[in-house]
Nanobody
Framework: QVQLVESGGGLVQAGGSLRLSCAASGRTFSSSAMGWFRQAPGKEREFVAAINWNGGSTYYADSVKGRFTISRDNDKNTVYLQMNILKPEDTAVYYC?????????????????WGQGTQVTVSS
């Protein structure tokens, strides 16, 4: 199995930037597609970004396309989410997730492992 721990969340003003990190442990990380999801209070968890097993392919939700960048370093067992030009509507708890597959998918039910989440708050 894979254990995931997110970090890097915080409070920023609109237009600012944050970089989230997800540290993974377990044997399957380097062969797993990874995703970032977010959930605001009272809302369903939604897809943000995903990356395949070796970082060669990425996919983004329309709401963050052009502003967020997902990347990974398999030697460090870490996946990142660089968030630029942040907007108040980006405010949410952000979760890192891992699949038991190398292929990108955008639905929460296709991810087997989840971190505890890290809070991102963007003020206006």
């Amino acid at each position: 199995q894979v254990q995931l721990v997110e970090s890097g969340g915080g409070l920023v003003q609109a237009g600012g930037s944050l970089r989230l990190s997800c540290a993974a442990s377990g044997r399957t990380f380097s062969s797993s597609a990874m995703g970032w999801f977010r959930q605001a209070p009272g809302k369903e968890r939604e897809f943000v970004a995903a990356i395949n097993w070796n970082g060669g392919s990425t996919y983004y939700a329309d709401s963050v396309k052009g502003r967020f960048t997902i990347s990974r370093d398999n030697d460090k067992n870490t996946v990142y989410l660089q968030m630029n030009i942040l907007k108040p509507e980006d405010t949410a708890v952000y979760y890192c997730a891992a699949r038991q597959s190398r292929v990108i998918v955008t639905t929460t039910t296709r991810y087997a492992f989840w971190g505890q989440g890290t809070q991102v708050t963007v003020s206006s």
